[in-house]
């Protein structure tokens, strides 16, 4: 199965559907009247359905099993053709676009099975998804792809050069992926003073976004959050909950870091962890969401 470990969980939704196409009109009409001589035609291939959709990663060996948390099923009656309709939700880390298409089938399948005694003749056609939500494609388009970083790693021995830096990198990656143009990286020592100037100078040459990493521990030189604090405008607590939530769920040691996020006038500041998987987590955590800042922050110029 493909690893999805590095996603976050979101609503999803996915609506399929299946068309059942029967051969005489007296065939609506039994199904209409509840005259099939194997049951309600609608209620049992409703319960197929149910049951069914929990069944789909028993049977396709790529589909992760997940909690189905909605199962809808409608139908349509149109001339001959009966038209399934069927929805299916989860918050999750994947969508149920699978579990949708199976569900319809497994509805129409059973409506075959039911009412191939009283029609020979009955056919099963367009079993397809007619739409999804919830999945970083519904959020691909809406963000703007003129944004400008800088990511600047705070480390005493980086700076050094004993030490090679992997976390700005994994940081800069992310960003690439997300289109956003990275137009500084630098390397700086834990010193208060200097990721203060830092702030200051990228803030003031319109960065849209300033992205440390390092100095977010517990050790006496970890000073990235005493530095930045206090020149933050703002902060907002629900992106720094959203990085350590992420982290938790992976590492127990997630809790001590003191991730910061906050603005200087319409630039975002991000204080992450120096550990290579804790700014990687970290960027996966919140990107490409965090973006939408910008539609807050600057949509009125830029739209």
């Known amino acids: 199965m493909v690893d999805i470990t590095q996603k976050v969980t979101t609503l999803r939704t996915a609506v399929a559907q299946a068309i059942v196409k029967v051969s005489k009109p007296e065939t609506i009409t039994a199904i209409q009247n509840d005259t099939v001589p194997k049951g309600n035609v609608f209620a049992m291939s409703k319960a197929a359905g149910l049951l069914g959709v929990k069944r789909t990663p028993d049977i396709l060996p790529d589909c992760h099993p997940l909690p189905i948390e909605f199962t809808g099923i409608e139908y349509k009656v149109d001339g001959l053709n009966i038209t399934v309709i069927f929805t299916v939700k989860t918050i999750y880390k994947t969508g149920v676009e699978v579990e949708a298409m199976h569900g319809a089938s497994i509805v129409a399948l059973n409506m075959y099975d039911m009412l191939k ?94 992205i440390y990493t390092g100095g977010t521990g517990l050790s006496g030189r970890d000073v990235t959050p005493e530095a930045l604090l206090p020149i933050l405008d703002r902060r907002i607590p629900g992106i720094e909950e959203a990085i350590r ?37 970290s960027m996966d955590a919140i990107f490409p969401s965090v973006l939408h800042i910008f539609r807050i922050l600057k949509g009125a110029r830029h739209d």
């Open 117 to 210: 005694p009283i029609d020979k003749g009955i056919e099963i056609h367009e079993i397809k998804l007619l739409n999804k939500k919830g999945g970083k494609s519904d959020f691909r388009d809406k963000f703007r792809k003129d944004l400008r970083a800088a990511v600047v790693v705070c480390s005493d021995t980086i700076s050094a050069g004993h030490k090679e830096d992997r976390a700005g990198k994994a940081i800069i990656k992310k960003l690439e992926e997300c289109d956003v143009k990275i137009s500084e990286y630098v390397i700086i020592p834990d010193e208060v003073e200097d990721i203060q100037r830092k702030a200051k100078s990228y803030q003031e040459q319109g960065f849209d976004m300033i």
């Open 245 to 281: 939530n992420y982290g938790q769920d992976r590492m127990p040691y997630a809790m001590l870091s003191r991730s910061v996020a906050g603005t200087i006038n319409s630039t975002l500041v991000l204080a992450l962890p120096g550990s290579t998987n804790g700014a990687k987590e």
